[in-house]
C-alpha cells in the first residue's frame, strides 16, 4: 500500500504565515512610533479651503509660523508669520458667506518692505494669479 504525503504540515506552515502577520504589522507600528516621538512636532494651526483640492493652512513648528498654499501637485510657502498673533486675527477681513475670496476686503495700504502681510491681502494676490 503506497502512503499519500499529509497535508497537515502544509496547513501548519500556511496558518503560521498567517499568525505572523499581525504580529509584524504591530511590531512595524510600534518601531515607527519610537523614530518618530523624537521628530519635530508640526501642528495645523488653521486652514481655509479654495477650491476642491486647493488650501491655505497655516502650520507652527518650533515656535514658528507659516502659512502655505497647498494644492495637489505642490506645497508653496506664501508668509512666514508672526508666532505672537493669534490665527484669527491673520485674517485681516472676513470672506463673503458664499466662500468667494475675490469679494474679501484688503487693505488699501502697501505693507513696508519686509513687514507681514494681512492674511486677506495675500489670499487675495493668489486668487488674482489664477
Do not use: C, N, Y
Amino acid at each position: 500500500m503506497t502512503s499519500s504525503p499529509s497535508i497537515w504540515p502544509a496547513l501548519t506552515a500556511f496558518a503560521a504565515v498567517i499568525a505572523l502577520i499581525p504580529i509584524s504589522l504591530w511590531l512595524l507600528k510600534r518601531l515607527q512610533s519610537h523614530r518618530t516621538s523624537g521628530a519635530r512636532s508640526i501642528t495645523v494651526a488653521g486652514g481655509l479651503s479654495l477650491g476642491p483640492r486647493e488650501r491655505i493652512v497655516i502650520i507652527e513648528s518650533q515656535g514658528r509660523r507659516w502659512m502655505l498654499g497647498v494644492t495637489a501637485q505642490s506645497i508653496s510657502l506664501i508668509a512666514e508669520l508672526d508666532p505672537d498673533q493669534p490665527v484669527s486675527a491673520s485674517v485681516s477681513a472676513p470672506v463673503a458667506a458664499s466662500g468667494d475670496a475675490s469679494t474679501a476686503a484688503v487693505p488699501a495700504t502697501t505693507p513696508a518692505p519686509g513687514a507681514q502681510r494681512p492674511f486677506g491681502e495675500l489670499l487675495d494676490r493668489i486668487k488674482r494669479h489664477d
